[in-house]
């Protein structure tokens, strides 16, 4: 079974809607989670971290906003969609207490803002 | 200003070679050195990872060398198969931080 779950898989929205990516974890107790984007060809940028429910760190600020409201829930969403929010966004997970433990990537949800 | 670089951007090897990728990285406090392996329209799978206090780590066809002076490491994948084309990133992360910076990537192709 999956331990990570990303939904929807993929979307296609217009510019100025709003948007939710979910992403959930199975299994592990307290999970450090993260939200990463990747142009398409391009590299991979994160987003967002979450050590504990309710606190999320912004790493870079695209008029994206991130929520943890579980434990196992790590939910990024924008009320406003611009072209440049195009791409490919992965959810990830390490496990808690180890900030030297390479994040475990979901299969991501495609998006594309027309 | 990219903290990690890779090249080759791309790389072709016959079946049965050794693919040699490199990475190179400006921050000193990077200590932790994972590699991701990507296949078209999935997300990244982690492959290998090391810590600055090795200059070595193998696992099965897959080596990481680390030269922590030059600030240099690579990935060395033997007896290459047409199932390890794939984009391949190095990623580094400062001591003590939740941030997990990326190259842009390799892309592999090995020819059959």
């Known amino acids: 079974a999956q331990t990570i779950h990303q939904w929807p898989v993929a979307e296609i929205k217009a510019v100025g809607s709003p948007l939710s990516l979910g992403c959930t974890i199975k299994?592990?107790?307290?999970?450090?989670l993260y939200w990463y984007w990747q142009a398409t060809g391009g590299t991979l940028q994160q987003l967002f971290y979450?050590?504990?429910?309710?606190?999320v760190e912004s790493v870079v600020q695209l008029n994206l906003s991130a929520s943890r409201p579980k434990d196992d829930q790590f939910i990024l969403s924008t009320e406003k969609l611009l072209l440049s929010h195009s791409g490919f966004y992965l959810c990830?997970?390490?496990?808690?207490?180890?900030?030297?433990?390479?994040?475990?990537f979901g299969e991501g949800t495609r998006l594309s803002v027309l | 200003q990219q903290q990690v670089r890779q090249s080759p951007q791309s790389l072709t090897v016959w079946e049965g070679e050794t693919a040699i990728l490199n990475c190179s990285y400006e921050n000193s406090a990077f200590d932790y050195f994972p590699w991701y392996q990507q296949f078209p329209g999935e997300g990244p799978a982690l492959l290998i990872s090391?810590?600055?206090?090795?200059d070595k780590k193998e696992d099965g066809r897959f080596t990481i060398f680390f030269n922590k002076r030059e600030k240099k490491l690579s990935l060395h994948i033997a007896d290459s198969q047409p199932g390890d084309s794939a984009t391949y990133f190095c990623?580094?992360?400062?001591?003590?931080?939740?941030?997990?910076?990326f190259g842009s990537g390799t892309q592999l192709t090995v020819m059959p």
């Open positions: 299994g592990k107790s307290s999970p450090n």
């Open positions: 990623a580094a992360s400062p001591s003590g931080s939740w941030q997990l910076i």
């Open positions: 979450s050590i504990t429910v309710g606190q």
């Open positions: 990830a997970w390490s496990p808690r207490q180890y900030n030297n433990q390479a994040p475990l």
């Open positions: 090391i810590l600055s206090v090795s």
